[in-house]
């Protein structure tokens, strides 16, 4: 049984990226009315949980708060539950914000794992992408967050966007590769709901990678960076060693339990997901008058869990169990072709994708369906 881990969401960023979906707004005025609703918020969970053993705080842009602020959430958060004591504690980013006295705070709180969201290290390419930092920035962020002794830290990086070259990416993880980052994320871009991205592509002015193109990205980065030491563990999600693949973000892939805090955090136990209110000032208003700042919850069904853990289980190189008890018609045969066409491999009970499968990750659940 894994242990649970916590998220906690922070909503505030300088500017919004125009590709983000992610909920967060552009004003840091509620941030003091936002830690203190995330105290009652916590204090809401005290009894439901076991001793966590991951704490992920992103958002949203974590590093812009105070040092002070930090602390108090973390004291609230080590007030009402209990971690286990090798806990991995990570820290989103933005490399604007890391200068000296911010890597060493960062330490000085007890952050064991930082994720730095560089995205490019091409100055065009993040104007692009409407990033506050420079390459130089990025570069100096995690040249500071190494001198500084961090041992387990994180790249997210981007892909995939209009007139890029695979040359050009590749010169970027390059670059990256000379910081030897522990764990390297690499997204293509997605054109999000309600982002300004989204409403470009919508009038034409923006176009998604062809299927050829997103297929070459995607294997020229797995291979390069296979080549330079990294185990690709996950669609998105590269470690330098197996200890460094985030035990965090695992949890979600394996159906461990996990409590969101702050606005728009999903939350998992048993067989239930939960999910907050999508803004501050409601998440807010709803502790204020005692209640839980839950928008929705659903309860899923055994067939669902099935057929959850298969979807999260193709994404990731662990795969999944094929579940004894429970007989689909065809399976052997579904299994047989999906081996011979070079999507899976079946090691035993274990259904692994292979990068043929990643690249299909959203269509292969299809074929697990009773
Ligand atoms: S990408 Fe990060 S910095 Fe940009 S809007 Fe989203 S959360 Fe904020």
Redesign the pocket.
């Known amino acids: 049984m894994q242990k649970p881990g916590i998220y906690l969401h922070v909503p505030f960023?300088?500017?919004?990226?125009p590709?983000?979906g992610?909920y967060?707004i552009?004003s840091t005025s509620l941030l003091p009315r936002w830690i203190d609703a995330v105290n009652q918020e916590a204090a809401c969970y005290t009894d439901r949980f076991q001793c966590f053993d991951s704490l992920y705080i992103g958002?949203?842009?974590p590093s812009l708060l105070k040092v002070c602020e930090l602390g108090r959430l973390l004291e609230c958060l080590f007030t009402y539950f209990e971690f286990a004591l090798n806990t991995e504690i990570t820290i989103?980013v933005?490399p604007c914000d890391i200068n000296k006295e911010k890597v060493k705070d960062i330490k000085g709180l007890g952050f064991n794992r930082v994720n730095t969201?560089v995205?490019s290290l091409d100055n065009l390419e993040l104007k692009f992408l409407?990033?506050?930092h420079t390459a130089e920035d990025a570069e100096k962020a995690l040249e500071r967050l190494r001198t500084s002794g961090f041992k387990n830290i994180g790249v997210d990086l981007i892909y995939g966007f209009q007139g890029q070259s695979l040359k050009g990416w590749i010169k970027t993880l390059k670059r990256i590769l000379i910081f030897r980052p522990e764990h390297i994320s690499c997204y293509e871009l997605t054109f999000e709901k309600r982002t300004l991205f989204s409403r470009m592509k919508e009038k034409g002015l923006l176009s998604p990678l062809s299927e050829e193109a997103e297929r070459s990205f995607f294997l020229l980065t797995s291979r390069f960076l296979e080549e330079n030491g990294y185990i690709h563990y996950e669609i998105s999600s590269f470690a330098k060693k197996e200890v460094y693949c985030s035990r965090h973000n695992r949890k979600y892939w394996h159906h461990a339990p996990y409590l969101g805090l702050g606005p728009s955090a999903h939350s998992f136990q048993n067989s239930t997901r939960w999910w907050n209110h999508c803004s501050v000032k409601k998440y807010s208003e709803a502790l204020d008058n005692n209640a839980r700042p839950v928008e929705g919850y659903e309860i899923l069904t055994n067939e669902q869990l099935r057929l959850e853990s298969i979807a999260l289980g193709l994404r990731t190189r662990d795969g999944f169990h094929i579940r004894k008890d429970k007989i689909i018609p065809g399976l052997e045969d579904t299994l047989f072709m999906l081996e011979e066409s070079g999507f899976i491999h079946v090691n035993n009970d274990r259904v692994v994708p292979t990068k043929k499968g990643f690249l299909v990750a959203d269509y292969l659940p299809l074929y697990f369906t009773s």
């Open positions: 960023c300088r500017t919004k990226c590709y983000c992610f967060s552009a958002g949203g842009t989103e933005n969201g995205q409407g990033r506050r």
